[in-house]
């Protein structure tokens, strides 16, 4: 089972820490010391498909030597400004990638193992596109 806690540190301040002790520091634009909460969200849906996709490739032989995922996204104007839209931008770097290869991992990361996709993807259309940047 997952678990989480959040602790309010004051104003509007808050540090999320998950089951392995590990913590994030949240809080609104207005005090501009954390994170924004909602955000978190993007960089879940990112992060979940970073780890699945350095996985994929690694397993076909084709290790990554940079990995980076841009999250862009389009919100309702309305409360609770639901997440309707998230592109993200996958820039990688590593011998032998093709395009085949990333393409097909991305896909699997997004359709297949990531749990953070599936649980929005009802109501949030995912989209990604990536680049392949030579290594030097």
């Excluded at 996985?55 to 995922?69: A, D, G, H, T």
């Excluded at 395009?99 to 989209?127: F, G």
Aim: net charge negative.
């Amino acid at each position: 089972m997952a678990t989480s806690t959040v602790k309010w540190i004051g104003g509007k301040t808050f540090v999320g820490i998950d089951s392995t002790s590990h913590s994030v520091v949240l809080s609104t634009p207005a005090d501009g010391v954390g994170v924004k909460p909602s955000e978190l969200l993007l960089i879940a849906v990112a992060s979940c498909s970073a780890v699945d996709v350095v996985e994929i490739l690694s397993k076909k032989r084709m290790p990554l030597s940079q990995l980076e995922i841009s999250a862009t996204a389009e919100q309702d104007e309305n409360p609770p400004w639901t997440f309707r839209k998230i592109h993200l931008h996958f820039c990688v770097s590593g011998k032998n990638l093709t395009d085949k290869s990333v393409a097909q991992a991305i896909e699997l990361a997004e359709e297949k193992y990531c749990s953070v996709a599936a649980t929005i993807r009802a109501t949030t259309n995912i989209t990604t596109d990536f680049e392949i940047i030579p290594e030097n």
